[in-house]
């Protein structure tokens, strides 16, 4: 079993900034990848950013600038720094796992992030 703890989400105004967290636990071998993954009413579900066990980073053009992914490979967390937030950014944010020889995704519950004045 894996688990995916997110936590930081909440209500902010355009501008301002929020860190979101997740932490992994359970049956952990060898994290690939971690990342966020954002869906808003009525849109489909889009990568935000993502990190690979090398450090290499990938974001989303909307965040690129704005948001910082990091991870904390002792505690299997992955963080998601996001400044100047602006309205667009309200969605619930997702973070996933990917584990090296496994095929399948593993998904968070979801946290609401909510920018609005």
């Known amino acids: 079993q894996v688990q995916l703890v997110e936590s930081g989400g909440g209500l902010v105004q355009p501008g301002g900034s929020l860190r979101l967290s997740c932490a992994a636990s359970?049956?952990?071998?060898?994290?690939?990848?971690m990342g966020w993954y954002r869906q808003a009413p009525g849109k489909q579900r889009e990568l935000v950013a993502r990190?690979?066990?090398?450090?290499?980073?990938n974001y989303a053009d909307s965040v690129k600038g704005r948001f910082t992914i990091s991870r904390d490979n002792a505690k299997n967390t992955v963080y998601l720094q996001m400044n100047s937030l602006k309205p667009e950014d309200t969605a619930v944010y997702y973070c996933?796992?990917?584990?090296?020889?496994?095929?399948?995704?593993?998904w968070g519950q979801g946290t609401q992030v909510t920018v609005s004045s």
């Open positions: 996933n796992v990917n584990m090296r020889g496994i095929p399948n995704n593993y």
């Open positions: 359970g049956s952990i071998f060898s994290i690939y990848a």
């Open positions: 990190i690979v066990s090398g450090g290499s980073t």
